[in-house]
């Protein structure tokens, strides 16, 4: 199951007890399908829970005749037509909800979201008839596709206003369609949550943490590794200036302050600047350890011009 058939799923689920949430939801169903008009009403979904939970919807708020038929659209993909086909429930319907069905441009009637409880029930119905979702763990992004601009426009408004969510909705054009769309883990899980759907906001959740998590791991083993190379690089160096002193007279060669540390280099490659430190008779600090080394190499640079 896609992740947008999971939270449409979800939702279908969700049954409001007053009856005007039920009709804010019914109206955020049919506004939002392929057509709205007095010629006819009909949504098209591939979520099978979504095509049922609409049609019972339709039926109980409107008393209408509800037909629900069940089409292939592409290859292997099933999809499920929602419609009323007689003119004079589809009059009922146009009426109930403050449309004529001859409107130039469809926009959405304020009245009927008459409670604030109503809000997220017609976003619920919204959703169930033209969102979608990508799946998490390529994207966060949840859309909402509008046949209409000027109906796009009003969905972009409403969602900007919803309590305590920040949702910042953006309008693009797709295909001659209108796609009012979400960004953002944090945003689309508590959007999520506010619809109805707290599992499919968990997996959200869940997917951004995961990423999160895999990407700290990434930039510490990056980090590691870099200073890894730059401990390797510099011990080269180290132990260069060191084989100068040797080639020409042997340990004794070395000024007798950094003999020791210069011998411990040698043998110990890999050590960091603290873990050398740490391995002489009378420990230094990193500092102290880097400076006699910084010393030392100054020092056989001049052997090396002489």
Same mark, same amino acid.
């Given at each position: 199951?896609?992740?947008?058939?999971?939270?449409?799923?979800?939702?279908?689920?969700?049954?409001?007890?007053?009856?005007?949430?039920?009709?804010?939801?019914?109206?955020?169903?049919?506004?939002?399908?392929?057509?709205?008009?007095?010629?006819?009403?009909?949504?098209?979904?591939?979520?099978?829970?979504?095509?049922?939970?609409?049609?019972?919807?339709?039926?109980?708020?409107?008393?209408?005749?509800?037909?629900?038929?069940?089409?292939?659209?592409?290859?292997?993909?099933?999809?499920?037509?929602?419609?009323?086909?007689?003119?004079?429930?589809?009059?009922?319907?146009?009426?109930?909800?403050?449309?004529?069905?001859?409107?130039?441009?469809?926009?959405?009637?304020?009245?009927?979201?008459?409670?604030?409880?109503?809000?997220?029930?017609?976003?619920?119905?919204?959703?169930?008839?033209?969102?979608?979702?990508?799946?998490?763990?390529?994207?966060?992004?949840?859309?909402?596709?509008?046949?209409? +601009?000027?109906?796009?426009?009003?969905?972009?408004? #409403?969602?900007? =206003?919803?309590? &305590? %969510? @920040?949702?910042?909705?953006?309008?693009?054009?797709?295909?001659?369609?209108?796609?009012?769309?979400?960004?953002?883990?944090?945003?689309?899980?508590?959007?999520?949550?506010?619809?109805?759907?707290?599992?499919?906001?968990?997996?959200?959740?869940?997917?951004?943490?995961?990423?999160?998590?895999?990407?700290?791991?990434?930039?510490?083993?990056?980090?590691?590794?870099?200073?890894?190379?730059?401990?390797?690089?510099?011990?080269?160096?180290?132990?260069?200036?060191?084989?100068? +002193?040797?080639?020409?007279?042997?340990?004794?060669? #070395?000024?007798? =302050?950094?003999? &020791? %540390? @210069?011998?411990?280099?040698?043998?110990?490659?890999?050590?960091?600047?603290?873990?050398?430190?740490?391995?002489?008779?009378?420990?230094?600090?990193?500092?102290?350890?880097?400076?006699?080394?910084?010393?030392?190499?100054?020092?056989?640079?001049?052997?090396?011009?002489?």
């Amino acid at each position: 199951m896609s992740f947008a058939s999971a939270i449409k799923s979800e939702l279908s689920k969700q049954k409001a007890s007053r009856i005007c949430c039920r009709t804010a939801e019914c109206y955020g169903i049919l506004l939002f399908g392929r057509s709205f008009s007095l010629n006819g009403i009909s949504f098209t979904t591939e979520s099978s829970d979504a095509a049922h939970c609409a049609s019972q919807m339709i039926a109980q708020v409107s008393g209408a005749i509800v037909e629900m038929k069940r089409i292939l659209r592409r290859a292997e993909h099933t999809a499920f037509v929602v419609s009323v086909e007689d003119i004079e429930d589809r009059r009922k319907i146009l009426n109930m909800f403050g449309h004529d069905g001859n409107e130039i441009h469809l926009l959405l009637n304020h009245a009927v979201l008459e409670n604030e409880c109503c809000l997220s029930a017609f976003l619920r119905g919204a959703f169930l008839s033209c969102g979608t979702g990508v799946d998490p763990q390529k994207e966060y992004r949840l859309e909402f596709v509008v046949p209409h +601009f000027h109906l796009a426009k009003s969905l972009s408004s #409403i969602l900007t =206003e919803v309590p &305590e %969510l @920040a949702l910042q909705p953006m309008i693009s054009r797709r295909q001659g369609a209108y796609v009012v769309y979400l960004t953002g883990g944090d945003r689309i899980s508590d959007f999520l949550t506010y619809l109805g759907a707290v599992q499919s906001s968990m997996e959200v959740m869940q997917t951004k943490m995961l990423k999160e998590v895999r990407n700290n791991v990434n930039r510490k083993t990056n980090f590691e590794t870099a200073n890894i190379g730059k401990t390797a690089s510099a011990a080269a160096l180290q132990i260069e200036a060191i084989e100068r +002193f040797l080639n020409l007279g042997g340990w004794t060669a #070395i000024p007798e =302050e950094l003999r &020791e %540390l @210069a011998k411990k280099r040698y043998e110990n490659p890999e050590l960091s600047l603290r873990e050398l430190g740490q391995s002489l008779e009378t420990p230094l600090s990193r500092s102290g350890v880097n400076h006699r080394l910084q010393k030392l190499i100054e020092l056989s640079e001049k052997l090396q011009k002489h």
